[in-house]
């Protein structure tokens, strides 16, 4: 990595860390630069500014998050290997790098306005992966969006009581049991 590189990666490390221990409203790009032992205005060679560079975090993580999700579920043929495949890609992606992925949930509120329409998009794959699986009758017949929110949630919520101290350790030691209860949602049946 060159000079230029290491900068940009130090300036985005201390960026993720301040961002998810204060917020991005909250986080100045004077400590931004603090943190990363630069100056401040060398934040202004790699970013326009500090809502761009929480942005361009945000949208590069959440579209290989997405990437990483589709390729793990894609060698599947049926629904309960690939809930087992997305709920260990989700926890791996949790545990290889929690600071990026708490950002990345915290600030879906912010920036999920913001992806483009055709970007990958995390939820569209395990919307995808549910619609398809209700199309061949493996499981019952809901709304697609309502059971992908709810599935997904099995381990997202977990990773926010994380976030907020009522959860410690890593995720993957749990995937069997984030798997076991994404697949009784998903099973429910209506009326």
């Keep these: 990595m060159g000079k230029a590189e290491d900068t940009k990666a130090r300036v985005e490390r201390a960026a993720l860390t301040l961002f998810v221990a204060r917020s991005v409203a909250e986080t100045t790009t004077r400590e931004i630069a603090m943190a990363a032992s630069i100056a401040e205005g060398t934040i202004y060679r790699y970013f326009p500014s ?3 560079l929480a942005l361009d975090m945000f949208l590069r993580h959440h579209r290989a998050l997405a990437e990483a999700l589709d390729e793990a579920q894609r060698p599947h043929a049926t629904l309960g290997p690939k809930i087992d495949a997305i709920v260990r890609c989700y926890c791996d992606w949790a545990d290889r790098d929690w600071t990026l992925f708490a950002y990345h ?3 879906q509120h912010s920036f999920l306005a913001q992806v483009p329409d055709d970007a990958p998009n995390p939820v569209n794959v395990v919307r995808d992966v549910i619609d398809q699986a209700m199309t061949a009758g493996e499981i019952p017949k809901h709304n697609a969006d309502l059971a992908a929110a709810s599935a997904i949630g099995v381990v997202l919520q977990a990773a926010t009581y994380k976030v907020y101290g009522r959860f410690e ?4 030691p749990h995937v069997k049991f984030f798997a076991d209860a994404a697949w009784a949602v ?6």
């Design 50 to 52: 500090k809502e761009r």
């Design 105 to 107: 949930l915290l600030n």
């Design 169 to 172: 350790g890593p995720l993957s």
């Design 186 to 191: 998903l099973a429910v049946k209506t009326g």
